[in-house]
């Protein structure tokens, strides 16, 4: 179970980071035997945002892209399942050109990036991955017509270049790139999304519980709750701050109220998409306990519908 919670967060992650640049699609339909493509993502023709703040996985946006990540170390069966992915992609191409009576380049046919905690020696050679001279360590291509590479994500180095990359990671890998991310000025780019994900994980984690829960899953919900608490109390600092420049007398408590307003309309904006203001302004009359009761309840909504029915549960 709790891998499907970690695949989910790869695709929200790749998802919210790369979409400033480009079209994503996650996950995104190929032909032929049904199968998902985590990610496509095809970079906007212009672009106006500044995707190098993005560090290596910036660089492997700059053009039509596949990525495929794994929480667990990707098997010979599933890279075989990419490339087959990435394959009928390129099919798809190639035949939307001939109707069109154009040629399509190579280089426009996308790049695939199977992004991997680990990977072995054996796996690594079977498909003929290679390092190159003037790539980052932990990248290995496979040959040329592939236009594919395995990014084994523990062997990247720790520097901020990789540092969007070894979030997807397991482990101590994760866990100092966590460390890193909490590091970073907050109004830095990035930053608060790619925490609000990460809470979003943390609690997804902690409801779904059972005994056979992973051990390095029981240390990751303990190093974000801290995060996650601090995160809130600056949220109702925030709350507190709105309250006092307009001139509210109601001080604390309505700050702490306004705090938690904020934290959970961004959540049910990440979780459901925007809401229309009527839906706001039923969220902004809950009163405090109501607002936390929300924010465990949020995890399970998909839709607006979910919102609505539980609005109307408490009411």
Known sequence: MTRFIHDQ?????LEELLKPYGKVEAPSHVSGEVREIDV????????KAD????????????????????RNPASTEEICDCLLKSLEVRG??????KRNAT???????????????????????????????????????????????IIVIHQLSPVPETLWLRLLGRGTVQKRAIDELAALPSNQPYVKITLELLYNLQQNLRINQSPEIEAEDRELIMRLAPLYQQERELARQEGLQQ??????????????????QL????????????MDSSLIQQVQKLPVAQLEEL?????????????????????
């Not at 309250?243 to 938690?260: A, I, V």
């Open 40 to 47: 496509l993502f095809t970079p906007f023709p212009e672009q």
């Open 295 to 315: 924010g465990e309840a949020l995890l399970d909504f998909t839709s607006v519908t979910d919102l609505q029915t539980w609005l109307q549960s408490v009411n």
């Open 9 to 13: 967060f790869a695709k929200d992650y």
């Open 103 to 149: 040629k399509i380049a190579e280089s426009n046919f996308p790049k695939l990036w199977i992004l991997t905690p680990t990977a072995s020696k054996k796996l690594l050679s079977g498909f003929h991955g290679t390092l190159e001279s003037d790539s980052l360590p932990g990248i290995y291509y496979l040959p040329e017509s592939f236009r594919a590479a």
């Open 51 to 70: 995707i190098a703040s993005l560090g290596l996985l910036g660089k492997l946006a700059t053009t039509l892209a596949i990525f495929e990540p794994f």
């Open 92 to 97: 798809a191409l190639k035949r939307e050109a």
């Open 243 to 260: 309250g006092l420049q307009q001139g509210l007398q109601q001080g604390e408590q309505r700050g702490l109220q306004q705090g938690e």
């Open 263 to 274: 934290l959970i309309i961004r959540q049910l904006n990440r979780r459901i998409g925007t």
